[in-house]
């Protein structure tokens, strides 16, 4: 789509990203009546989440598995030597298959560039374990809130995240500022550092395509100038072939001013009112960092709770709104437990009409209503003392006792 005024205009855009517009409209064609309005339906964000079975997941993960432990990869082997556990989980093994619209091969490739990349900007050490912020240097963490990048606080019409990639927000300093960040957190010490060029540009567009994140759509918007979409093409058409079709054949390139942008993406089912930028092209900066911020508070929340779960809790201190963790007839049959049930018992309908995609988000949501609420959920160390569970064990309590509702009620 091209909203620009004049003809002139058009001719010009045409011209400079025929490539890539030839491409996606090639990949397009190629996908059957029904999946040309699966495609466009995920555009317009009204597509239907993806569908599965408890039988499809345990084939497909068994299948992941098997093709996985074929891999012969330096990186891999480390990471596997380091915590067989990280990668044997399911939820792991599951970012990449439903990424890959459960292509088993795909996803196990994709995992190892993934490994390889964390490998490589992060360290052997780190592969086997989720990085986070406390992992960033000073350069790349102040790239993260220039305000390159946003999560939207407001979700389209299907209810799916918006993540934004702002890159010209900023002067033409700052982007080779910003380039330079990312490019010196990669160096390595005592190198020489060199002034980043398209192949660092390529690298980096080759390392976010292993990112294990599936693209319900994908909306590009560019504001054209004369002779200035050359680089913008080549940059997309690289990277566009990288992704799946599945992203490909969701893409869509609109080009215009940022009120004409704006409008293009309300039409598409992305809402605008907490987009990070409005419709004269200001950066709202009063917004930009919201997501940021909430992170860093439920860190810090979750950081509290695991200093306070290392104490031992004494036998006379459990109290009767307490979940104990494990098996038994006292634990099973403790008032908390026994209140425990019967709490997600009332949640049951929503679980069960809600697709399987979507179930964990209520199951995280439930948890976090519980603790919130004083509810602790409890444990036995080694030794026998009662300690507090952490948040994952919590949640992973709740659907594992949903999944047994389903089975036996």
Known sequence: MISLHSRQDNNLVWHEMRQTEDFLASEFSKLSVEERSEALNDIHCVGEELKETPEMLEMLLKQFDQTARQVRNHIYTVAVNQ????????SFQLRFLRCNMYDVHQSVRQMV?????????????????????????????????????????????????????????????????MVVGIYYDMTKPGETFVSPGITFLLALMDAVASFPMRYSALHICLKPKNGSLALSNTLLHYTLNLTSVHTRTRTRIHYGTDMELQYTLRRHGVPTESCPVDIDGNVRGNILNDWFQKHEAEIRRLNQRMANQMQPIRPQDVRPQDVLLGRGYRVQNHPGNFWFRNFLLA???????????????????????????????????????????????????????????????
């Open 83 to 90: 915590r067989r556990a990280f990668f044997e989980d399911s």
């Open 113 to 177: 560039k993934f490994l390889e990349n964390k490998a490589a900007y992060f360290g052997k050490d780190k592969i086997s374990r989720e990085i986070t912020i406390q992992d960033l240097k000073d350069e790349a963490k102040e790239l993260l809130l220039s305000g390159l990048y946003h999560i939207q606080e407001g979700r389209d019409q299907s209810g799916r995240v918006v993540l934004y990639l702002l890159n010209d927000k900023f002067g033409s300093s700052d982007i080779v500022t």
């Open 347 to 409: 949640h049951r309908g929503e679980y069960d009409i809600t697709p399987r995609s979507r179930r964990q988000e209520i199951s995280i949501r439930l948890t976090r209503t519980l603790i919130d609420n004083g509810t602790r959920f409890l444990k036995q160390d080694e030794g026998g003392e009662w300690i507090e569970a952490d948040v994952e064990e919590a949640e992973k309590k709740v659907a594992q006792l949903f999944r047994t509702f389903r089975k036996i009620l």
